[in-house]
């Protein structure tokens, strides 16, 4: 099921010059897929290493709105892809929750805090009162809508419960998380506890996001793959279902990394696009979703490594393979040395695509 379509919705969507990526979204005809790729803003421009190297760090360009929205249009600009995503990160909900984080330059996220006991969960923060702390993403939000002005529609995002809490549990990257792996087994009621604070404040946050102007909102389950399939059916699935039905404004993606054998599963929930990764073809993708759903994905991020005539051909391929009802991405973020040439022959190459050709 499609969510429903608001007037509001109708409005903004009428009002975009650029409205493929909600067209391709709600399951409606278009002309070619739209193309954006996951972490687009920042990494792979000049234009963002060198705005960064003047400034404090990685947070002070998240929490500053005007910065925040010069960056989201940088690769609009740069790139012509038909969608902005909103500079941010998923970690800063566990931030208002009480968890404050740091992105060390070269290593990536580490909180001096982590959740160790029981009692570490109980004393979270959670819902409308930590919710309304990312007033700054808002306000980004807003000012990215007004200077986009209907140029392409701006997606909104949150890490899914289970994404976040493993950082609330690991304290940094990890390659198997097994500190929050083990807190599920060694604490489910706990866990579930939290998991539900997480959902709750999230669902305030997007809510916020929507409000302020974002046009679509995307679901990051970054580390689904670790998990069991029985796990991820107790500890993800369920909170997931909790955001995807409470958000009816905008359609919703869902991106569940390394989350194959939750496919069909994630063809049932109440959202609108699910995210594919390079680990699936796009046939196996679509006969595990089902027909319902848009889905988007999925070239493998180091194609974009190769020769030209290689990332066009493996591009066109990638787009007739997936057919109708698609969005045009990445399976996973741009690697940050990715030569930005290739992400433009990449860009170029879908939208050189028509269904006839
Ligand atoms: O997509 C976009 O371009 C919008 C911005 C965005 C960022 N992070 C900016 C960022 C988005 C959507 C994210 C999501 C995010 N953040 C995820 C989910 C997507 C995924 O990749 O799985 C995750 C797991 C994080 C956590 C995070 N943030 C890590 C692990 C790191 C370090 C490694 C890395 O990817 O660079 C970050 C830092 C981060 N987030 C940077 C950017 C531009 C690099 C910071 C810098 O400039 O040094």
Redesign the pocket.
């Known amino acids: 099921m499609n969510k429903e379509q608001s007037t509001s919705q109708e409005k903004e969507t009428a009002s975009l010059k650029n409205d493929l990526l909600l067209r391709a979204a709600r399951g409606e005809a278009v002309e070619r897929p739209p193309v954006w790729l ?6 792979i421009l000049p234009q ?1 290493r060198e705005l ?1 190297a003047s400034l404090s760090g ?1 947070k002070e ?1 998240v929490e500053t709105p005007e910065l925040a929205c010069e960056v989201t249009i940088q ?1 609009i600009d740069e790139l012509g892809v038909d969608a902005a ?7 800063v909900v566990p931030e208002v929750m009480g968890l404050r984080y740091e ?1 060390i ?1 070269g290593k ?2 580490m909180f001096p805090m982590t959740i160790q006991i029981e009692e570490d969960v109980d004393k979270l923060i959670a819902g409308e009162k930590a919710a309304l702390q990312l007033d700054y993403v808002y306000k980004a939000i807003e000012l990215t809508k007004a200077a986009l002005n209907g140029r392409v529609p701006l997606i909104g ?1 949150a ?1 899914a419960p289970w ?1 976040i809490m493993a ?1 609330m549990l690991e304290g940094s ?1 990890s390659k198997t998380f097994s500190k929050a792996r083990r807190f599920l087994y060694k604490k489910p009621i706990s866990s579930h506890v939290l998991l539900q604070k997480i959902t709750d404040t999230t669902i305030d946050y997007l809510r916020g996001q929507i409000k302020a102007g974002a046009d679509l909102i995307q679901v ?1 389950d ?2 689904a793959g670790i998990l069991t399939p029985e796990q991820y059916r107790i500890f993800a699935l369920p909170y997931i279902r909790q955001i995807c039905e409470a958000i009816t404004e905008v359609p919703v993606t869902v991106f569940a ?1 390394n989350a194959w054998f939750a496919l069909p599963e994630i063809g049932q929930l109440d959202c609108n696009v699910v995210g594919i990764d390079w680990n699936t073809t796009p046939q196996e993708a679509r006969r595990l979703v089902g027909e319902d759903k848009t889905l988007q994905g999925n070239l493998d991020p180091c194609l974009l490594y190769a020769p030209e005539d290689k990332i066009c051909a493996t591009t066109h391929q990638m787009v007739h393979d997936f057919g109708k009802k698609y969005i045009c991405n990445l399976g ?2 741009v690697y ?1 040395d990715t030569p930005l040439d290739n992400v433009k022959i990449f860009v170029d190459a879908v939208k050189s695509f028509t269904f006839d050709s």
Do not use: E, N, V
């Open positions: 996951m972490r687009q803003a920042g990494r963002y960064r990685f360009l690769p995503i909103i500079f941010s990160d998923i970690l992105m330059p990536g996220p995002f890490g994404t950082y990257g990051f970054s580390w990394k996973h973020g940050p």
